[in-house]
T-cell receptor, first 116, second 113 residues
C-alpha cells in the first residue's frame, strides 16, 4: 500500500485565488511527521511546511497552511493568494518513528500551474 | 554556507560502466539520504545513513552501494550502470528528529545508454 498518496497529478489555479493540494497518508504509528516540499522547474527541492502528529494546531508558514485531519489521515496543503511563482511540483512526505525517524517517504507529487 | 553539494551535475554513462556520485553537507547533520526521481514516481529512497559509519537500505537499493565517509560526506556508487538507472539523483541531509526537514542538493542528472 502507498504510504503517501497524492491523487491530483496536475492542477490549475487563477492568480490570487487559493488552492488546496491533497495528501493522504497511511501509518499505524501514533508518532510521525508530515512535510510539504516545492520543486520549481529549476529542479531544487524547497521545504515549505511541517506538521507533527501530536500538534494540536494546523501548521502555517506565510501563505502556506496545512489542513491536518488526523482521523482521516489527510494533510492537505493550502496556498492562499496564489502567485505565478507558485507554479511548481509539490510533494507531500512523511517521516515515521519506527524507522528511527530516518526514512522519509514521498508522494508522487502534484503539478500546480498558476494562470495569470 | 554551501548547504548540500553534489557532484557531478550531469553524467552520461554506457551500460556496464561504474561511477560514484559525491555528496557533502556543511550543516553538521547526522542523517543523510540518497533519492532517485523518475517522472511520475516522486522521490524514492535508495539508501540512508543515520550517522557516521551506519547505512541502511531504502526502497530501491538494488544496483547501488553507499559509503558514509565521515559526518559530512555520503557517496553513492553504481558498480555496473544499467539503462534503468537513468534518473535524477538527489542527496539530502537533516537533523535526526521527527520535525527535521530535509535539505537537498541540486541533483545529478544521470543518463545510461
Amino acid at each position: 500500500a502507498q504510504k503517501i498518496t497524492q491523487t491530483q497529478p496536475g492542477m490549475f489555479v487563477q492568480e490570487k485565488e487559493a488552492v488546496t493540494l491533497d495528501c493522504t497518508y497511511d501509518t499505524s504509528d501514533p508518532s510521525y511527521g508530515l512535510f510539504w516540499y516545492k520543486q520549481p522547474s529549476s529542479g531544487e527541492m524547497i521545504f515549505l511546511i511541517y506538521q507533527g502528529s501530536y500538534d494540536q494546531q494546523n501548521a502555517t508558514e506565510g501563505r502556506y497552511s496545512l489542513n491536518f485531519q488526523k482521523a482521516r489521515k489527510s494533510a492537505n496543503l493550502v496556498i492562499s493568494a496564489s502567485q505565478l511563482g507558485d507554479s511548481a511540483m509539490y510533494f507531500c512526505a512523511m517521516r515515521e518513528v519506527p524507522e528511527g525517524y530516518q526514512k522519509v517517504t514521498f508522494g508522487t507529487g502534484t503539478k500546480l500551474q498558476v494562470i495569470p | 554556507n554551501a548547504g548540500v553539494t553534489q557532484t557531478p551535475k550531469f553524467q552520461v554513462l554506457k551500460t556496464g560502466q561504474s561511477m560514484t556520485l559525491q555528496c557533502a553537507q556543511d550543516m553538521n547533520h547526522n542523517s543523510m539520504y540518497w533519492y532517485r526521481q523518475d517522472p511520475g514516481m516522486g522521490l524514492r529512497l535508495i539508501y540512508y545513513s543515520a550517522s557516521e559509519g551506519t547505512t541502511d537500505k531504502g526502497e530501491v537499493p538494488n544496483g547501488y552501494n553507499v559509503s558514509r565517509l565521515n559526518k559530512r560526506e555520503f557517496s553513492l556508487r553504481l558498480e555496473s550502470a544499467a539503462p534503468s538507472q537513468t534518473s535524477v539523483y538527489f542527496c539530502a541531509s537533516s537533523v535526526s528528529s521527527p520535525g527535521g526537514e530535509q535539505y537537498f542538493g541540486p541533483g545529478t542528472r544521470l543518463t545510461v545508454t
